[in-house]
């Protein structure tokens, strides 16, 4: 299935403030649950630290330099100008409360760590906060994934499906590779902004 460092940069992009509006994380969360279930329980880990480093650097982001990159973000993709109005509501109103949900919430997930940063709010309580909702986002897709392959010899065509996921999974590992340049390219576009519109 998905190796160590596809699954901790799956996880881990699926978090990230900018990569994580086309990257799903889905997929390599629940291929974390099979291969619990296969005897591998190591693949939990890969996908919490993943989550946990996506939602930091996020955090970082947001606190260091969020306004520039939020106003660069809507500009580059106008549909999440609705989610950050609606996070920064829920954040004033809840904070506390939507961190540990925030994973639950769909599109408003996207940004949650990046707008707490943004609203400068202390970075050992997003810390507690947010962990506690990793473990709950996170969880709810291991355990579907668990359940899944647990249920998966039941199923007609199950050996196929398990014979392609297999064969493909060097293809996984270099899709998940792939969409990290995409994310390190989009931040030096960001970074390098500024000084395109100065010099015109």
């Known amino acids: 299935m998905f190796s160590a460092v596809g699954l901790f940069f799956g996880a881990f992009l699926d978090a990230l403030i900018g990569p994580n509006l086309?990257?799903?994380?889905?997929?390599?969360?629940?291929?974390?649950?099979?291969?619990?279930?296969?005897?591998?329980?190591?693949?939990?880990?890969?996908?919490?630290l993943g989550g946990f480093f996506g939602d930091q650097?996020?955090?970082?982001?947001?606190?260091?330099?969020?306004?520039?990159?939020?106003?660069?973000l809507i500009r580059?993709?106008?549909?999440?100008?609705?989610?950050?109005?609606?996070?920064?509501?829920?954040?004033?109103?809840?904070?506390?409360?939507v961190l540990?949900?925030?994973r639950l919430l769909g599109p408003v997930a996207w940004v949650v760590p990046f707008i707490a940063g943004t609203q400068q709010?202390?970075?050992?309580?997003?810390?507690?906060?947010?962990?506690?909702?990793?473990?709950?986002?996170?969880?709810?897709?291991?355990?579907?994934?668990?359940?899944?392959?647990?249920?998966?010899?039941?199923?007609?065509?199950?050996?196929?499906?398990i014979r392609y996921l297999q064969t493909h999974s060097g293809w996984f590992s270099g899709a998940a590779g792939l969409s990290?340049?995409?994310?390190?390219?989009t931040y030096v576009w960001w970074r390098a902004q500024p000084q395109a519109?100065?010099?015109r």
């Open 22 to 48: 086309f990257v799903p994380g889905e997929p390599f969360l629940l291929a974390a649950g099979y291969q619990w279930y296969q005897g591998t329980p190591l693949a939990v880990i890969w996908v919490l």
């Open 180 to 185: 990290l340049v995409i994310g390190y390219g």
């Open 121 to 161: 709010m202390r970075w050992r309580r997003f810390s507690l906060f947010a962990t506690v909702g990793l473990i709950l986002g996170v969880g709810q897709f291991v355990l579907w994934g668990y359940a899944l392959a647990a249920g998966l010899p039941l199923l007609p065509y199950s050996d196929s499906v």
């Open 76 to 97: 580059w993709q106008p549909g999440v100008r609705r989610p950050i109005a609606r996070c920064r509501k829920l954040m004033r109103d809840k904070g506390h409360a």
């Open 57 to 72: 650097l996020s955090y970082w982001i947001g606190r260091i330099s969020g306004r520039r990159v939020q106003s660069k």
């Open 100 to 102: 540990m949900v925030a």
């Open 197 to 199: 519109e100065t010099r």
